[in-house]
């Protein structure tokens, strides 16, 4: 894919959006259709589910090398203890993920194998909502 540089995803599924438009105005209501597939260099350009680091369960988009990771709010970014930097700086090393892969999919609040709930935090970019006036 792309201009021949690993890339190396630690994290979750990003968003795909591999298509543009542009605003047409048409009796003061504007419409954004679709209208062009963007491609890169190579003309690779199907990504519409996004990228997955390689062991995301269930496989989903296009997956890349790296690690699924549950983003970590109980520390700072930049943080060696911050669960993604510290499975990044880990990968670097030896290649391999050094936590189990998380799910791409995952409701706030699950039940854990024991029986018992367990609170997932996700990131508030996961929390979208349509709010109407």
């Known amino acids: 894919m792309g201009v021949d ?4 995803q630690i994290g979750s599924t990003s968003c795909g ?3 543009g438009f ?3 105005d048409n009796c003061g209501t504007t419409y954004f259709s679709i209208e062009f597939r963007g491609v890169n260099a190579k003309g ?8 997955s680091p390689a062991n995301t369960t269930p496989a989903v988009g296009t997956a ?14 930049g943080d060696p203890a911050e669960t993604r930097l510290s499975v990044a700086l880990a990968y670097r090393m030896s290649q391999a993920c050094s936590v189990p ?3 791409f999919a995952r409701s706030k609040l699950e039940r854990a194998a024991s029986g018992a709930d367990v609170l997932v ?3 508030p970019w996961h929390e979208m909502r349509i709010l109407r006036r």
Do not use: N
């Open 5 to 8: 540089v690993q890339v190396i």
């Open 17 to 19: 959006k591999p298509y």
């Open 22 to 24: 542009h605003p047409a």
């Open 44 to 51: 690779f350009g199907d990504y519409t589910d996004g990228f």
């Open 64 to 77: 890349v090398a790296g690690c699924s990771v549950m983003d970590d709010f109980t520390h700072a970014l």
């Open 101 to 103: 892969p998380s799910g």
């Open 121 to 123: 935090i996700r990131s």
